[in-house]
C-alpha cells in the first residue's frame, strides 16, 4: 500500500483588496467551514503558523479558511518583493509537516434560539432571533458568503435592527477599498429583493 503524503502546492490569488494576498493550498489547511483571523502577534496564542507569519515585518493581518490564507501586508513594500518569499515559506512550513492552529480562536458563544440549527456552527453569525433574521443568514450563506471566499475574505451576520442589517467583513474584505462598493452595489441591492423590510446594509467596524 502507497502511503507517500502528497506534498502541499501553494499558488497565490490577488484580491480586490490590493493590500491582500490570497495564498491558496491543495488541501485543508483548517476544519471545513472553520475560520480564524489575526489582526497582531499578540493574537496568535494556539496559532504557531500565524505567530510565524506575523514574524515578517510587512505582515498586517492573516485569516484562514477551508484551503486558503488571506495575509493583508503594510503598504511599506509591494506584493512584487515579497510573494515569492512568502509563498516559499508557507510551502516548506507546511510540507515539513508542522501545525497551521492547534486551537481556534475563542467565539463568543450565542444564546439559545430556535433557528440555531440552520446556521453552520463554523460560520460565526449571531444567531437569529426571528425569520427575518434566518432569511437574511440564509441569503448570506447561499448567495454571498461564496464571492466573498472567492476573494480572501468572510462576510458574517451580526444584527438586524430599524430595516438596517449589520454584517461584519473579514480577511482580505476588511478594509478593501472595494468592499463599499460590494456592500451596497451587491449584498445590500441583494437583500432588500430577497427579506421584506431590509432598507439599509452597513458593515460593523472591527
Known amino acids: 500500500m ?3 503524503k502528497i506534498p502541499f502546492i501553494i499558488y497565490a490569488e ?3 483588496n490590493p493590500a491582500s494576498m490570497k495564498f491558496v493550498a491543495n488541501a485543508l489547511l483548517i476544519a471545513e467551514g472553520a475560520t480564524a483571523e489575526y489582526r497582531s502577534a499578540s493574537e496568535t496564542a494556539g496559532a504557531p503558523l500565524p505567530a510565524k507569519l506575523f514574524q515578517f515585518p510587512f505582515v498586517k493581518s492573516v485569516f484562514i479558511s477551508g484551503n486558503y490564507i488571506s495575509i493583508g501586508k503594510s503598504d511599506l513594500v509591494s ?19 508542522l501545525p497551521v492552529i492547534t486551537e481556534l480562536p475563542t467565539k463568543e458563544v450565542a444564546a439559545d434560539s430556535s433557528f440555531k440549527n440552520t446556521v453552520s ?3 460565526e453569525h449571531a444567531v437569529p432571533q426571528n ?8 441569503v448570506l450563506e447561499q448567495y454571498i458568503r461564496p ?6 475574505g468572510l462576510i458574517t451576520f451580526r444584527s438586524f435592527e430599524n430595516g438596517v442589517v449589520t454584517v461584519q467583513l473579514k480577511g482580505a474584505c476588511s478594509g478593501c477599498p472595494s468592499s463599499t462598493i460590494t456592500l451596497k452595489a451587491g449584498i445590500e441591492a441583494l437583500l432588500k429583493r430577497l427579506v421584506p423590510g431590509v432598507n439599509e446594509v452597513v458593515a460593523e467596524a472591527l
Open 2 to 4: 502507497n502511503t507517500t
Open 14 to 16: 490577488s484580491t480586490p
Open 79 to 97: 506584493w512584487d518583493d515579497v510573494l515569492l518569499e512568502m509563498r516559499e515559506f508557507i510551502k516548506s512550513y507546511l510540507n515539513d509537516g
Open 121 to 123: 456552527v463554523f460560520t
Open 131 to 138: 425569520e427575518a433574521e434566518n432569511k437574511i443568514v440564509e
Open 147 to 152: 464571492a466573498v471566499e472567492q476573494d480572501g
